[in-house]
């Protein structure tokens, strides 16, 4: 076959309407401006907040401005909320008398609170989990240290996922093997790359029935501070975490949807996470993907375009600390999966697009090209495959053999502020941002107007 007759079997989607869409969205500032009245009208947004719920009504009230047929998905959300948080160095090698040090730290999401006036203890320092069990004798009643780096060195090319699934398995899983030592608190370095002195909080898990111990991020010049002490001799620690889970609270999905001309029962996923840390105001975690999602449908509207088949813009709830809202979604079309073509989803920080990461069958890849044409003149180029999940709230319609997408973002610098108190709207570069709206209202538009859906991509279990 020659290359000519390959181009002329892709399928027919109007290249001139593709550079429309791109255009529409690269000469919109709606999407910046939703973003700011978000972040600086509601700010933090933490599952089982007001906040949380003041933003379902102003997401659901912007998408019923647009025209589009709105409705609210029930969920039921974790609500821990965040309380005192201090740490103090009381006794180290070298200390003299009436000295002590403070450390910035903050509660990881799930932590519990520490008893009374705060807890005192020795401070055990490990790097990994191999180093965890070596020293297990020693963990009882102590507080254990997670020394475990971000490597910004992947982050620096083009690997910061890989970099903070690394650092992150210490997040996610070293309070729970620590409190199964017998540990009286749990601390780990915080996940991110530029160190301002800043703790990154985050979720932890526990086993099913595990009582959660005291658990906090420090901030990374802290943790070096306490291992470097912690080489001489014995670190002892006073800390103090008043965090509190409440029984869960009531929350929703906003699902918006832009109906389709020929196919409105069938569903192309463009979607983002509305809830956030509450530590700052969550601009690019993940202000940017659901408002960027949000604006794919304000640009159809300014061009009056309806795909064959429906767009269907989700703002899903609960995603940084239970993934709830994705859970409601999926038991509302598990019975009826052949209705869902694709998921995108968008929450990979404020970067500039560089293309499309796309789950999909390696056949499927050709079929992609004219959208990376289309978005060629801002150079968002790159079509990255991918075998796995590309966001955590489509994952289980992507492990059902829903094709799932994500705008491919330069995330070099995502986790300099990742889940810290300096996430705010002045990390969002509007440019960047429109680069994102613009790939994903091209994506969304050339899989809701194919003739054939995607075949089916099942990412491993
Ligand atoms: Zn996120």
């Known amino acids: 076959m020659d290359a000519g007759a390959k181009v002329s079997e892709l399928p027919k989607v109007d290249p001139v309407t593709l550079a429309h869409i791109r255009d529409a969205a690269m000469s919109s500032d709606w999407a910046w401006r939703q973003l700011a009245k978000l972040t600086d009208e509601i700010g933090p947004r933490l599952s089982g907040s007001p906040q949380l719920t003041a933003a379902e009504i102003?997401?659901?009230?912007t998408m019923r401005s647009l025209g589009a047929h709105v409705t609210l998905q029930a969920a039921k959300v974790p609500h821990w909320v965040r309380g005192e948080e201090r740490a103090e160095l009381i006794d180290y090698p070298g200390r003299q008398a009436g000295m002590s040090q403070t450390l910035r730290l903050t509660a990881l999401g799930g932590s519990s609170a520490t008893l009374g006036a705060g807890l005192t203890a020795r401070v055990v320092v490990v790097h990994d989990f191999d180093e965890l069990k070596a020293r297990a004798k020693e963990v009882r009643g102590n507080i254990v240290l997670f020394e475990s780096r971000f490597d910004q060195r992947l982050a620096d090319n083009g690997y910061a996922s890989n970099a903070y699934g690394q650092a992150g398995a210490y997040r996610f899983n070293g309070p729970s093997a620590a409190q199964t030592l017998g540990a009286a608190a749990a601390l780990v370095r915080s996940i991110g790359g530029a160190n301002f002195r800043l703790p990154h909080t985050g979720a932890t898990k526990w086993k099913d029935g595990q009582l959660p111990i005291p658990a906090a991020a420090l901030a990374a010049e802290?943790?070096?501070l306490i291992e470097r002490l912690a080489t001489t001799g014995p670190v002892t620690l006073k800390l103090l975490l008043t965090p509190q889970t409440l029984p869960d609270a009531d929350s929703s999905n906003v699902i918006a949807e832009w109906p389709g001309r020929e196919k409105p029962g069938e569903y192309v996923v463009v979607s983002g996470h509305l809830d956030s840390w509450d530590l700052a105001t969550g601009a690019t975690d993940d202000g940017v993907g659901v408002i960027g999602a949000a604006a794919v449908l304000e640009v159809l509207r300014q061009l009056?375009?309806?795909p064959r088949r429906t767009i269907r813009f989700v703002a899903w709830t609960n995603e940084e600390n239970g993934t709830r809202g994705s859970e409601a979604y999926f038991k509302s079309v598990e019975g009826n999966l052949g209705t869902q073509i694709a998921a995108i989803e968008s929450d990979d920080g404020a970067g500039r697009s560089l293309g499309i990461a796309a789950a999909v069958t390696k056949d499927s890849l050709e079929l992609l090209q004219p959208v990376l044409e289309a978005l060629?003149?801002?150079?968002?180029t790159v079509l990255a495959h991918r075998d796995g999940e590309v966001?955590?709230?489509?994952?289980p319609l992507q492990k059902a053999g829903v094709p799932g997408f994500a705008p491919l973002v330069d995330s070099r610098h995502y986790f300099d502020y990742h889940h810290t108190a300096a996430d705010t709207l002045d990390k969002v570069d509007p440019e960047s941002f429109r680069t994102q709206v613009a790939t994903?209202?091209?994506?969304?538009?050339?899989l809701a107007e194919l003739p054939e859906p995607l075949p089916r991509f099942k990412i491993s279990p």
């Open 58 to 61: 102003q997401v659901a009230n």
């Open 222 to 224: 802290d943790a070096d």
């Open 304 to 306: 009056d375009l309806h």
């Open 376 to 380: 060629r003149p801002i150079g968002a």
């Open 391 to 395: 966001g955590a709230d489509i994952e």
């Open 440 to 446: 994903m209202a091209v994506l969304a538009y050339y």
